[in-house]
């Protein structure tokens, strides 16, 4: 007997292709093949259909179906508030997102005396999970430092420490070059979503930040986008970030 669920939607390699994802001739080789999954199920079918809200993976990768979802990266200069209005009258992002034409929001907060890697979406689902503190979510950022940073201090930083909200330790930690002119470069990467919790940990170890920038964010890198610049994310990288906010999602 035929399933009238199954007669609804659009052919998978039809919504497949429409999403950028390959033609519908190659679509049809990778459903064959196995290797496109539909709400956790891999299928083999020619004739499977799907609805909007159904979940696809494809060789693992999360594909978004909606069309109308924007993904950004934007490199934040200093000096520029992570809101899209600011009460006070300070530069906000609205100078970055006023010529887009869906309204978009940034995926978490970086000060404004901190620059570099911040998500601008459309995407309600995913901002809440990679902005929510309890995901946990990767975050590398490079400081730079007053003072000479040593090998110790690197090993408190890995080894943690407590602070007056608790305890706290960076997942990896490095120096970057050399000590020079009184400065040092450290590479952080931590999990956390405390409040300037990369600042007050390298105060805590004796080294004020002078400078911080964050270089990446979950799978996404910074690369060589200027300062003030933003782009789309890339095919691949739409797919790893979704991923990631899907995985973490239904892990809960």
Known sequence: MTNPAAAEGERLQKVLAAA?????????QMIVEGRIEVDGRIVTELGTRITPEARVRVDGTAIQLDA???????????GVVSTMADEQGRPDLRRFTDEIEERVYNVGRLDADTSGLLVLTNDGELAHVLAHPSFGVEKTYVAKVRGAVEQRTIRRLLDGFELEDGPIRADAAKLVGRPSQGHSMVELTLHSGRNR????????????????????????????????????????????ILTLARSDADSR
């Open 20 to 28: 950028g994802v390959a033609s519908r001739r190659v679509v049809e």
């Open 197 to 240: 919790i990369v600042r007050r940990m390298l105060d805590h170890v004796g080294h004020p930040v002078v400078e911080l920038v964050r270089r990446s964010f979950g799978p996404l890198h910074l690369g060589t986008l200027r300062s003030g610049a933003m782009r789309e994310l890339t095919t691949m990288e739409r797919g790893a």
């Open 68 to 78: 109308t979802k924007r993904y950004l990266m934007l490199n934040k200069p200093t």
